[in-house]
């Protein structure tokens, strides 16, 4: 065997074996992601959600090092004949370390994701934060790991951090508005004026739902299902009513009128019958909850009274208020109870004696005596 193609012989082999340590590689990750994928299927206690989280946050990390490891393989490789020279294999050297510092940020940041999204809905106070929380570690972890490239890299960190003091004024006065806004958010956050899932009333007008209270905005979507994006700063500062807070559960007035004419008493009754038996059957009412009713007012045609009911939530009252006043308006049908039309009547008699009576006390209206000849 000549010498060339003993060196032939050594590339292909070496090559081979680069290909085999890659695919095994590739195989190990494989069986890795399968093993806590089936043990976060088969466990039934908290470790199944760490599985899960686990599965997601190491499937790009893995890649990203597979491929650290096939240029530190090809760096050898290539230096072993002497194809690259030391300064390049340094550069090399420095962009494996840069890669394996962003592999671990990689991983960390999507393990602090998956895991605020895992456990948003156990915690309320995880579900507020997840969307500030989320930015504010993502801000974290990027800024350490360009800290500690650059400080692998021969930079020296210490003017940096030195200097952030005197940046951080001019980022400060140039990013105001923003920083007010974040600071709003973790205002909100703490205060939970506002939570995500809440139907809440703007001061202009709006309702809806939270859909996310974010670093920068809060956004709720309407009943229509659009979206209302409102800067922090200004909902922190504006106000507005939760339908949420304290409790779900609301009054629900239902105004009604009836004919002069009618039992008062009879009316009562009806209307507490039939507000019961809404509440009890409804899917929307709160069975335990007592209705009563009201007489208020002596309108021009009827006499005003409100039937109090209660429902589960805001969103509900339209449904159980509908109902209602369908079941209310057949039983009053049923019972001769007259809801009148708004109407004016005029007493036209009464009228004509009232302007006569006023003509006659009138002094234009006397008459004077005669005059003797």
Same mark, same amino acid.
């Given at each position: ?8 012989? &050594? ?9 085999? *340590? ?9 069986? #890795? ?25 190491? !499937?790009?990390?893995?890649? $990203?090092? +597979? ?5 530190? $393989?090809?760096?050898?490789? $290539? ?15 420095? *962009? ?12 960390? %940041? ?10 948003? @809905? ?25 800290? +500690? ?7 020296? #960190? ?17 990013? &105001?508005?923003?920083?007010? @806004? ?11 004026? +506002?939570? +995500?899932?809440?139907? #809440? %009333?703007? !001061? ?23 979206? *209302?994006?409102? =800067? ?9 009513? @939760?339908?949420?807070? =304290?409790?779900? %559960? ?19 009754d009806i209307c507490l ?26 309108? @021009? ?11 589960? %939530? ?8 509908? /109902? ?8 009053? !049908? ?15 008699? &009464?009228?004509?004696?009232? /302007? #006569? ?17």
């Amino acid at each position: 065997m000549t010498i060339p193609a003993f060196f032939k012989t &050594q590339e292909a082999m070496t090559l081979g074996a680069l290909l085999c *340590v890659i695919a095994l590689l590739f195989i190990a990750k494989r069986i #890795i992601l399968v093993r806590l994928t089936r043990k976060a299927r088969s466990q039934d206690s908290s470790m199944a959600g760490i599985y899960r989280i686990l599965v997601l946050s190491l !499937d790009a990390p893995l890649t $990203l090092f +597979i491929f650290l490891v096939i240029i530190v $393989l090809g760096r050898f490789l $290539l230096i072993w004949p002497g194809i690259i020279d030391k300064d390049i294999a340094a550069i090399v050297d420095h *962009v494996v370390k840069a890669g394996l510092i962003l592999t671990l940020f990689l991983f960390f %940041e999507r393990f602090f994701t998956y895991s605020l999204r895992r456990y948003q @809905n156990q915690s309320t106070l995880v579900k507020n934060t997840s969307g500030i929380a989320g930015g504010a570690i993502r801000a974290i972890l990027a800024s350490l790991a360009l800290l +500690i490239i650059l400080s692998t890299m021969g930079v020296s #960190i210490t003017p940096v951090i030195a200097s952030l003091g005197i940046t951080s004024l001019a980022v400060a006065l140039a990013l &105001q508005p923003t920083l007010e @806004n974040f600071f709003s958010g973790l205002q909100l956050v703490v205060d939970k004026p +506002i939570r +995500i899932g809440d139907f #809440i %009333e703007l !001061d202009s007008g709006e309702q809806g739902f939270v859909e996310k209270i974010g670093w920068r905005s809060t956004w709720v979507r309407m009943l229509p299902n659009n979206i *209302v994006i409102m =800067p922090n700063s200004k909902l922190s500062n504006s106000k507005l009513i @939760n339908y949420y807070y =304290p409790e779900r %559960e609301l009054s629900v007035p239902v105004e009604v009128g009836v004919h002069y004419n009618s039992d008062l008493d009879k009316v009562e009754d009806i209307c507490l019958e039939v507000a019961k038996y809404t509440l009890k059957h409804h899917e929307y009412g709160v069975e335990t909850y007592e209705p009563f009713v009201l007489f208020h007012t002596f309108d @021009n045609s009827s006499i005003n009274l409100t039937v109090m009911l209660r429902t589960k %939530e805001y969103f509900n009252r339209f449904f159980i208020k509908s /109902a209602f006043i369908k079941m209310l308006k057949k039983r009053f !049908d049923e019972e001769g109870i007259v809801i009148p039309f708004p109407i004016t009547a005029l007493n036209v008699d &009464q009228e004509n004696a009232a /302007a #006569i009576l006023a003509a006659a006390k009138s002094p234009e209206a006397t008459i004077p005596p005669e005059k003797s000849s």
